[in-house]
């Protein structure tokens, strides 16, 4: 199983929007509705933000926000706040044969 | 609400076995329809699914990995536990146990340890 692929980084002005991406394939992102994303702080363990692609869990902002279309998977984060800089990673089930998860490579968040 | 904690050596020779336990407190480890997985990340790269165990003791493991690793859980100390055999400096990273949930989600997480292969 490889990687998802994530854009290296991305980067917006506070209050605008971002969105990042997460590609897989069928077998992963596209076989099924089990994406995760974690937001990470340097020096930090992974927050989970969204999860079944686009729930939130309790006490992340509205301002968090997933999707899919086909083989990719979507974070957006609207009204960009300085403390939204920050990784953030993909995470998906990678079928039912192997019974794994896999993740992506990350995105750097930088709020300009 | 649960927390999670890592523990174990912080440095390990390559070829040996790095062993590293989670404590997990607020809660019992069997309660609920969770599993509990690793997860590791070396310094400046992303993070890597390890496996999980349920308390039944049933375990799924990366592929990548399978042949080195065992994943253990004592109920009774609320722990479960990883092992990872003949150790190389690619398996340098900081090492998180998680609690999964139905549906693939990892929350909470340890705060993380780090694991440094070297002789």
């Known amino acids: 199983q490889s990687a998802l692929t994530q854009p290296r980084s991305v980067s917006g002005s506070p209050g605008q929007s971002v969105t990042i991406s997460c590609t897989g394939t069928?077998?992963?992102?596209?076989?099924?509705?089990?994406v995760s994303w974690y937001q990470q702080h340097p020096g930090k363990a992974p927050k989970l933000m969204i999860y079944?692609?686009?729930k939130r869990p309790s006490g992340v902002p509205d301002r968090f926000s997933g999707s899919k279309s086909g083989n990719t998977a979507s974070l957006t984060i609207s009204g960009l706040q300085a403390e939204d800089e920050a990784d953030y990673y993909c995470?998906?089930?990678?079928?039912?044969?192997?019974?794994?998860?896999?993740f992506g490579g990350g995105t750097k968040l930088t709020v300009l | 609400q649960v927390q999670l904690q890592e523990s174990g050596p912080g440095l390990v020779k390559p070829s040996q076995t790095l062993s590293l336990t989670c404590t997990v407190s607020g809660g019992s480890i069997s309660s609920g329809s969770y599993y509990w997985s690793w997860i590791r990340q070396p310094a400046g790269k992303g993070l890597e699914w390890i496996g999980r165990?349920?308390?039944?003791?049933?375990?799924n493991y990366n592929p990548s990995l399978k042949s080195r690793v065992t994943i253990s859980v004592d109920t009774s100390k609320n722990q479960f536990s990883l092992k990872l055999s003949s150790v190389t400096a690619a398996d340098t990273a900081v090492y998180y146990c998680a609690r999964g949930g139905e549906t693939y989600r990892f929350d909470p997480w340890g705060q993380g340890t780090l694991v440094t292969v070297s002789s």
């Open positions: 165990i349920y308390t039944s003791g049933s375990t």
């Open positions: 079944d692609v686009s």
């Open positions: 069928s077998s992963d992102v596209g076989g099924y509705n089990y």
């Open positions: 995470c998906s089930y990678a079928g039912s044969y192997t019974l794994s998860v896999v």
